[in-house]
């Protein structure tokens, strides 16, 4: 039986470089040998791609919070028993733009809802799965923001306001402080180069600790 794979999440705030940084890492990990799937939140399974849709649209219609969150957690219930458990239990690597964390940031910390709520909900819908690492690039608001910007239409999340923004970041930088070990904070405001040296380390550390996790098998 192969070792159970890693589960990384790259988190962070709009704009900050999540799909760029994501398709360095698959190319260097691939690279490596490392059989890897890669895939998102909102999202990942059709049920969770055609939820996605729903959470980004922009309707004439405010999405009540709660609905919001049952929305987000609809999608990972879906993700996690159609991709992410039976890729991990087969010994494959994932890497996911956003998981449970940007719940925090986004429904609790730009929101406004209990943690409890969503503690609550992430203990029914994941059970003991949790990320092995989260990486996640910080950035000023304003960084973000203006290199998102360029890119046309903004989605439903892209409208708020920018003390929303600051929340969620705020928020992002509490949880990676209290936790114990699991995030490696990312200084995203660098160039893209230096932003990819800093990741090219936690990838050595994550290489050396899956060498281990194999062994002890
Ligand atoms: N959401 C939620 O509320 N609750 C949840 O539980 C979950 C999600 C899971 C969709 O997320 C929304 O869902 C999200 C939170 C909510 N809303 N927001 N905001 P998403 O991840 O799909 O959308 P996003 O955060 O808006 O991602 P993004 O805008 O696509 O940004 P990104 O992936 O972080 O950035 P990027 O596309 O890689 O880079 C943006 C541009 O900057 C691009 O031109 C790059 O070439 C450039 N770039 C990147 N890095 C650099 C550096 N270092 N220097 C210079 N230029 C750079």
Known sequence: ??????????????GVGKSTNIAFLEEHLRGRGIDLLVTR???????????????????????????ELLLMFAARAQHISTRIEPALAAGRWVLCDRFTDATYAYQCGGRGL????????????QGQLRPDCTLLLDAPVSTGMSRARGRGDLD????????????????????AEGSSG????????????????????????????????????
Request: proline letters at 3%; aromatic letters at 6%; charged letters at 30%.
């Open 41 to 67: 939140e909102p999202g990942g399974s059709k049920l969770g791609e055609s939820l996605r849709h729903l959470l980004l649209q922009v309707g004439d219609e405010p999405v009540d919070p709660v609905a």
């Open 156 to 175: 439903r999340f892209e409208l708020e306001e920018l003390a929303f923004f600051e929340r969620v970041r705020a928020t992002y930088l509490a949880l």
């Open 182 to 217: 699991r995030y490696r904070v990312i200084d995203a405001s660098q160039s893209l180069a230096q932003v990819q040296k800093q990741l090219l380390k936690v990838c050595e550390e994550l290489t050396a600790c899956w060498g281990v996790r194999h062994r002890e098998k």
């Open 1 to 14: 039986m192969s070792a159970r794979g890693l589960f990384i999440t790259v988190e962070g705030g709009e």
């Open 114 to 125: 209990e943690h409890s709520a969503v503690s609550a909900l992430e203990n029914l819908v």
